[in-house]
């Protein structure tokens, strides 16, 4: 028997703003709110155990120290690369530069509170 990833989760200053964008990003709905103030998103329809794991934007007190030590990939389904890139400046994400020489198959971006993610070149079929 094997394990599957059924959430990650991502301390963030602002977990309604986090849970927008990544929203936004991944086609995802609020599933459910925490009396923490974490919020749960995933994909509609499927929510917690589905296919693809689910994102909790949990609150943190303080500023992060250092680099998120994980880091996010994500791929277009529905177009390619470069108009997925122009979709996600426009709801906010912003180019990073880690040192690329320009000929990788990705573009390393951070989301509104500066975690960094990939988007690749690989198009995914929709599940």
Not at 39 to 60: D, K, M, N, Y
Not at 107 to 127: I, M, Q, S, W, Y
Request: glycine content about 12%.
């Amino acid at each position: 028997m094997a394990c599957r990833i059924s959430e990650l989760v991502v301390d963030a200053a602002d977990p309604e703003g986090l849970a927008a964008f990544w929203s936004d990003v991944l086609g995802y709905v609020e599933l459910g709110r925490e009396d923490d103030g974490s919020i749960e998103i995933g994909p509609p329809g499927a929510g917690f155990g589905g296919p693809q794991p689910t994102l909790v934007l949990s609150p943190r007190s303080g500023p992060r120290a250092g680099k998120l030590p994980l880091h996010i990939d994500v791929s277009a389904t529905d177009r390619d690369q470069d108009a997925e890139l122009e979709r996600l400046l426009a709801l906010g994400a912003r180019r990073v530069d880690i040192g690329q020489s320009g000929d990788e198959g990705w573009h390393v971006l951070a989301d509104p509170e500066g975690n960094e993610f990939c988007l690749l070149r690989t198009r995914l079929k929709p599940l």
